[in-house]
T-cell receptor
Framework: DTGVSQDPRHKITKRGQNVTFRCDPISEHNRLYWYRQTLGQGPEFLTYFQNEAQLEKSRLLSDRFSAERPKGSFSTLEIQRTEQGDSAMYLC????????????FGPGTRLTVT | DQQVKQNSPSLSVQEGRISILNCDYTNSMFDYFLWYKKYPAEGPTFLISISSIKDKNEDGRFTVFLNKSAKHLSLHIVPSQPGDSAVYFCAADGHTGTASKLTFGTGTRLQVTL
């Protein structure tokens, strides 16, 4: 299977703990995106990378959030000092930067902060 | 502010009939529009897209219509099948020539009944 994969699929953590999610994009895709989806809403853009460069960050991405894409392959999204409001589905997507606009999504990581 | 709106949270259609899902947008900078389908516990799956230079794009049972003057697009599914039952998201992009962040609507849950 050469689709976008995310790990873990589910994460339950206590408030104040740090969590890290991983995304492996489709191998030939140079663009990688992170979105967050809460109940009843559509996905909301958080940040994106072209290769290893982080090109844009949403205002939703507070200082407690950090994303990396070392070597332009997989990406990690870390949330420090989690809050209950961080509970959401975190979606990763990838695309070919110049071949069209279609972004292909992974299955998501559901975070629950208790 | 919600720049992409899907005003119908749900829609029920009989198998074999036409399903019409609607989407409105407010940002005139959007120039590319996409529809995604989402099943529970999965990430969104790309369905069909349309550039602002076109008013119609067709792919099998799926057709997307764009009315730029009204800032309105619609997805037609003909004939509807039970496997089409899912949440459908409309998304918009405003960066011509590159794949960039998507702005999503809140989704419409389609149920196709026998």
């Amino acid at each position: 299977d050469t689709g976008v994969s995310q790990d873990p699929r589910h994460k339950i953590t206590k408030r104040g703990q740090n969590v890290t999610f991983r995304c492996d994009p489709i191998s030939e895709h140079n663009r990688l995106y992170w979105y967050r989806q809460t109940l009843g809403q559509g996905p909301e853009f958080l940040t994106y990378f072209q290769n290893e460069a982080q090109l844009e960050k949403s205002r939703l991405l507070s200082d407690r959030f950090s994303a990396e894409r070392p070597k332009g392959s997989f990406s990690t999204l870390e949330i420090q000092r989690t809050e209950q409001g961080d509970s959401a589905m975190y979606l990763c997507a990838s695309s070919l930067g110049t071949a069209g606009y279609e972004q292909y999504f992974g299955p998501g990581t559901r975070l629950t902060v208790t | 502010d919600q720049q992409v709106k899907q005003n119908s949270p749900s829609l029920s259609v009989q198998e074999g009939r036409i399903s019409i899902l609607n989407c409105d947008y407010t940002n005139s900078m959007f120039d590319y529009f996409l529809w995604y389908k989402k099943y529970p516990a999965e990430g969104p799956t790309f369905l069909i897209s349309i550039s602002s230079i076109k008013d119609k794009n067709e792919d099998g049972r799926f057709t997307v219509f764009l009315n730029k003057s009204a800032k309105h697009l619609s997805l037609h599914i003909v004939p509807s099948q039970p496997g089409d039952s899912a949440v459908y998201f409309c998304a918009a992009d405003g960066h011509t020539g590159t794949a960039s962040k998507l702005t999503f609507g809140t989704g419409t849950r389609l149920q196709v009944t026998l």
